[in-house]
């Protein structure tokens, strides 16, 4: 909308918060699920900031918002997964037939990396078809372990032979787009390696994948392909590189310090910056630019940054101590709910759920890596992703509770094997996810 910083991702959270102050289970959501009442801390101090800000910065202090606000995602997805608990079924038949369309998409973004064709967006200079490669490389990461975990070990054979082939298709995406993205890269290569070792029933399958990947790079190397992408080539050579500056084995000397040392610096200094002055506990709030605090070239490039160059530092230098303190708290809160949650679904022998649980982690971790490198979450490309998912994992966290706080309180009445008829003779529907709605 041009004037103005609202766009799809507004529009979507409008329409999504109309929905679900609707129903009941908006103010029970919030009642019976600690990382939420966390999140609401953290949007009730960001909600007051820009507050403050906007009195200074205009509607500037509304666009840095996002960096807060598209938390409403949470409360959207988890309030819409209490009230209708089918939707998880639903989603994952809908992810598993999506997943092969998202990487055609992906593919034709990365061939267009270096064109400019269609619209800019208004009031920017930034085209429609733009991207963010790390992103790419995060979001094919999540992808395949959503494959490898939550489809596969109830996969038909059809539909693993198939998944077979995604995942190569996906590996070669990832190793695409890292080459122009270290710290997606990073991100990517983090999640999978903790799938090859915790997924045990996928290890054949990433086996023989990374053996046909090697083979093909094999081949690419003999034939010289090269494909002009973004920043960098796509080619083995850079592929390798790439791999070499991750592991710290050959980066000395290479271009790649410069880039690094910047971003230590600029760390540095926002860290400094933001402890040594009166602004400790608040930050600098909401609306001015604070990257130009420590760059001031970077008015003149193509499109100037607003944050500094990490998401997780982002929080610090606009919300202060305060803030970050229950950005922390947020996450740990969230962490824990699910790390219990997956321990209490396996014990009901609930697998899908457990996976399910897994997956969410393993996706915010490699979202949350990835913005440490990059200001990933100020915008709505990856902080609906990441606020979604937030939702969907206390909704879990719930549900495991409830479940075996039922499944104890059934074996102390009537012994094993009563849970679910004691939930019909209370007129409860059996959900795995929460028994309670």
């Known amino acids: 909308m041009p004037g103005t910083p609202i766009i799809v991702g507004e529009i979507a959270l409008v329409f999504g918060l109309w929905v679900i102050i609707q129903t009941p289970h908006l103010g029970r959501f919030i009642r019976i699920s600690r990382p939420i009442q966390l999140l609401m801390l953290y949007m009730a ?248 605090r420590y760059d001031s070239a970077n008015l003149n490039n193509s499109v100037p940054l607003r944050n500094p160059h990490n998401s997780h530092l982002s929080v610090l230098a606009r919300m202060g101590v305060v803030g970050s303190a229950l950005w922390v708290a947020m996450f740990a809160s969230w962490y824990i709910s699910l790390i219990r949650a997956r321990r209490q679904f396996r014990e009901l022998g609930e697998d899908r759920r457990a996976s399910l649980a897994f997956w969410l982690m393993l996706s915010m971790g490699a979202i949350l890596s990835n913005a440490f490198f990059d200001p990933t979450l100020e915008g709505p490309q990856v902080g609906v992703l990441v606020w979604t998912l937030f939702g969907a994992g206390a909704v879990l966290g719930i549900g495991a509770r409830s479940v075996g706080s039922r499944r104890r309180r059934s074996r102390r009445a009537r012994g094993e094997g009563d849970f679910d008829w004691l939930l019909l003779q209370e007129g409860r529907p059996i959900s795995p996810v929460h028994p309670s709605i």
Do not use: C
């Not at 796509?234 to 271009?255: H, M, P, W, Y």
């Open 45 to 292: 101090w960001g909600f007051a900031l820009a507050f403050e800000g906007y009195s200074n910065w205009g509607i500037d202090a509304i666009r840095d918002s996002a960096l807060w606000y598209y938390g409403v995602f949470a409360l959207i997805s988890g309030v819409l997964l209490l009230f209708k608990p089918e939707l998880w079924d639903q989603a994952v038949d809908q992810i598993t037939r999506f997943i092969p369309f998202f990487f055609m998409l992906l593919i034709v973004r990365l061939a267009l990396a270096q064109t400019s064709i269609g619209p800019r967006i208004p009031d920017s200079r930034t085209r429609i078809t733009a991207h963010k490669t790390a992103n790419i490389a995060v979001n094919v990461a999540i992808a395949l372990a959503f494959l490898l975990l939550v489809i596969g070990p109830s996969a038909s054979k059809e539909l693993r032979r198939r998944a077979t082939g995604f995942t190569l298709l996906g590996l070669l995406l990832v190793l695409g787009a890292g080459t122009q993205s270290r710290g997606g890269f990073l991100a990517a290569v983090l999640i999978l390696t903790i799938v090859f070792v915790v997924a045990r029933h996928s290890r054949g399958v990433m086996v023989g994948v990374m053996v046909l990947a090697v083979m093909l790079g094999i081949l690419a190397a003999a034939l010289d392909v090269r494909f002009q992408l973004d920043r960098r080539e796509l080619s083995v050579e850079q592929v390798v590189e790439n791999i070499q500056s991750v592991t710290d084995e050959a980066t000395s000397g290479t271009r790649f310090d410069n880039t690094t040392q910047w971003r230590l610096n600029l760390w540095g200094l926002v860290i400094e910056d933001v402890v040594g002055t009166e602004r400790t506990l608040t930050g600098f709030g909401f609306g001015e630019n604070v990257a130009l």
